[in-house]
């Protein structure tokens, strides 16, 4: 996270968005990014200086966060009058089922929930003239299918990031490239009962990754919409890999650390917060994480509003605050993620994290699959063919056993 030497820079620049956001004119925003639709959202102000006077009235907002997401909380409660509550969730269904109690004003949502929570109408479109520091967002993160529904905006992007292949490099060979070491018979047997995968049933996509480099005769485009040949072959290939014997690690992720630091686990999938833990650790623990030579999956989360929320003008000013530079330079390294805002790249304590994050290298992120929603609609002309939701959830069941 954030150093103690830019803690007075950081307090300061927070200190001044009250004043800053005072000042913005209700158009440089967002322009065209967002329409008027976020004004329904009931007791939300009209424009930027009522919603601070409101949010003073609120006092607090209550989010759904990945654990570690919500930063500067005690600075932007100074700038704002809104005191953060925050309950982790440890994978997107809980996200979703928490944000659907009404209990909490927003949600950071990986693409594997935010797509079913903009069609159900769970969270609200925004208004991005609300929202200054939306314009500094980079663009090519702007306008996807896992933050936006029929061309309105539905959130602010978070960060991204990889999910990485780890592996334990005294028991793993350092030179090791590929997710081979995951799926092939001959490395399953060698490391059975020490695989460390995701459990959750957009993992499935990480299979599908994995054919689409080395069974190209399956035609695998997109690895989140498969029809039945291609799921098919997705699922044998991840039951070939729950027999051989895998520990399967929930959104909680210190059962992951805990099972690399003992070494009951050698080599699987993560994210890049565990890593950064492991090679932290005191001693540190000898791991190496890598993005394969074949890609892999990824995420890039959203704030998002729901579409009830009893606090939604400091809902609004909290989403302006997680994509200020002050918050995106701490979550970027507190949790090991490529900030949205490149202007955080210059208050990081490592003045190379954006540089190793690739954040502003969009040809490092071509063969990253960001998490999403698996409909029937395959979005090509395949037509509504392919596996939903519901299908991935009942094969990731029985493929558990």
């Not at 659907?100 to 969270?123: F, H, I, K």
């Not at 028991?171 to 995968?197: H, M, R």
């Not at 909290?318 to 210059?346: D, R, S, T, Y």
């Amino acid at each position: 996270m954030t150093g103690g030497r830019h803690r007075l820079a950081l307090w300061t620049a927070l200190g001044l968005v009250v004043t800053a956001l005072a000042v913005v004119a209700a158009g440089c925003g967002g322009g065209d990014d967002g329409g008027s639709a976020s004004t329904e959202i009931e007791g939300l102000g009209s424009s930027l200086e009522e919603i601070q006077e409101l949010a003073r009235e609120e006092g607090e907002v209550n989010v759904v966060q990945w654990a570690g997401y919500a930063q500067l909380t005690d600075e932007f409660k100074a700038a704002t009058g809104c005191t953060v509550n925050t309950k982790d969730g440890g994978s997107s269904d809980d996200m979703i089922s928490l944000i659907q109690t009404g209990e909490y004003d927003g949600v950071s949502a990986s693409g594997n929930a935010s797509v079913r929570l903009m069609t159900t109408g769970d969270v609200a479109p925004i208004n991005t003239e609300f929202i200054p520091n939306y314009a500094d967002v980079q663009e090519g993160i702007k306008g996807k299918d896992y933050n936006s529904l029929d061309g309105e905006p539905y959130g602010v992007p978070h960060g991204r990031g990889p999910n990485y292949l780890m592996f334990r490099t005294d028991e793993v060979a350092e030179s090791t490239d590929s997710w081979s070491v995951i799926w092939e018979d001959d490395e399953l047997a060698k490391y059975k009962g020490k695989i460390s995968i995701y459990d959750d049933s957009i993992f499935i996509a990480d299979a599908a990754v994995y054919l689409k480099a080395t069974q190209p005769e399956l035609g695998i485009d997109n690895p989140y919409f498969l029809d039945d040949e291609q799921f098919n072959a997705a699922v044998e290939l991840l039951k070939k890999q729950a027999a051989a014997g895998v520990n399967y690690w929930p959104g909680d992720v210190a059962k992951q650390i805990s099972e690399y630091t003992n070494g009951d686990s050698v080599v699987g999938t993560t994210w890049p917060y565990q890593y950064l833990q492991l090679t932290n650790a005191d001693p540190a623990v000898p791991v190496s994480a890598i993005k394969p030579k074949e890609g892999t999956t990824g995420w890039s989360d959203t704030w998002m509003i729901y579409s009830e929320a009893a606090n939604p003008n400091c809902m609004y000013l909290w989403m302006n605050h997680m994509i200020a530079p002050e918050a995106q330079a701490a979550v970027a390294e507190g949790f090991g993620e490529a900030p949205v805002n490149l202007k955080a790249c210059e208050l990081t304590e490592n003045e190379n994290h954006c540089s190793e994050f690739h954040a502003d290298d969009e040809s490092w992120w071509e063969d990253i699959y960001y998490w999403t929603t698996p409909t029937a609609d395959c979005g090509d002309d395949r037509g509504e063919v392919c596996k939903t939701q519901e299908e991935w959830e009942a094969a990731w069941t029985e493929i558990r056993g």
